[in-house]
């Protein structure tokens, strides 16, 4: 299913600090945003409403992973926190050190990827957040988490590989995998659906597309208008936030026209709001704008027509 543009943002909620990272958590309907300087934590339902806002004393949040009602884990620095008891007035306890990168989740499973090479996996406990340690198969770059697959960018011969595992994380042998093409080992960030995935940097325009059909791949290396400052995919599309203050939708069509130079969206959106936009989480059809001013907003992803 292919999408045509994105609405015109409107404000739901805002935090005091610029918005830095998020996560939708699909069986609560809920959408996690983590703000720094001055930190904060925004919960707002997949509609925009109802929105919660509660301050957490963390130096530089940067992930957030919302795993159930009452706990969530955020990122700051190379350190993992629990944030437990959401409901009322949250603890933060340290959870793990050593941590480059946290995602997910889409259900009750976090995934957070260590310096070390080593995956963890968080799942919301009784009380708090229980963490299972396991080996990973060469050193990881970047992971994202599917409903039902986890992305990879692993390293190793030329500018890395991009593989694709059954499951929440990336645990079980890869279903299929691609050499990614010179020029992409600078990208540090990972983003997939089932038809599509996207390597990317922020504050850089160069991206890698990966477009996949069953267990066949084709990355294509290639260039915004603009770097990019968060970036989604949802089903074969892909939206990026750029510096720019753009929402630029790209879909099928426009990734087969790209060229080693230039990505030409289908279609642009001002991200409105008072700052730039800083974070971009998709919760089905519905794409929440986080900006350095702390405004959260809410557009709709347009399905393209369909014509038989």
């Given at each position: 299913?292919s999408?045509?543009n994105?609405?015109?943002?409107k ?34 339902g ?5 929105a919660?806002?509660l ?12 795993l ?10 190379s ?11 949250p603890?933060?306890?340290?959870l ?22 080593r ?10 957040i229980d963490?299972?340690?396991?080996p990973l ?16 960018i692993?390293?190793?011969?030329g500018?890395g590989e991009?593989?694709?595992h ?6 079980q ?9 010179l020029?992409?080992?600078k990208?540090?960030r ?8 996207v ?6 325009a160069t991206v ?8 066949r ?15 989604v995919?949802?089903?074969d599309?892909f ?6 203050g753009q ?8 990734i087969?026209a790209?060229t080693?130079?230039?990505?030409e969206?289908?279609?642009?959106t ?11 989480v998709?919760a089905?059809?519905t ?5 350095s ?7 709709t ?8």
């Open positions: 299913m999408y045509k994105v609405t015109a943002p404000l739901v909620a805002s935090l005091e600090g610029a918005i830095v990272g998020g996560s939708f958590h699909k069986k609560l309907g809920s959408v996690a945003l983590v703000a720094h300087n001055p930190s904060g934590l925004a919960i707002v997949q509609s925009g409403s109802p919660r806002t301050g957490v004393s963390l130096d530089e949040p940067s992930d957030v992973a919302l159930s009602r009452d706990l969530a884990a955020v990122r700051s620095g350190q993992v926190w629990s944030l437990v008891d959401l409901a009322h007035k603890r933060v306890d340290p793990m050190d050593d941590v480059k990168q946290l995602v997910g989740p889409q259900g009750d499973k976090a995934l957070a990827l260590g310096w070390d090479n995956g963890h996996e968080l799942a919301p406990g009784k009380n708090d963490v299972r340690a396991f198969r060469g050193v990881h770059r970047a992971v994202d988490v599917g409903e039902v697959e986890t992305y990879a692993v390293d190793g011969d500018d991009l593989r694709v059954p499951g929440p994380s990336p645990e042998g890869s279903l299929t995998k691609v050499a990614l093409p020029g992409a080992k990208l540090d990972l983003r997939g659906a089932r038809f599509l995935q390597a990317w940097k922020r504050g850089d890698c597309v990966v477009k996949r059909a069953g267990n791949m084709e990355p294509k290396l290639t260039r915004l208008d603009a770097p990019v400052n968060d970036l995919v949802v089903d599309c939206v990026a936030a750029t510096s720019d929402l630029c939708l790209y879909d099928p069509a426009a087969d790209a080693p130079s230039r990505l969206p289908k279609s642009t001002s991200a409105g709001g008072s700052g730039d936009p800083t974070t971009l998709v089905g059809t794409l929440f704008v986080g900006t001013s702390g405004e959260i907003l809410t557009a992803i347009v399905r393209a027509q369909a014509f038989y």
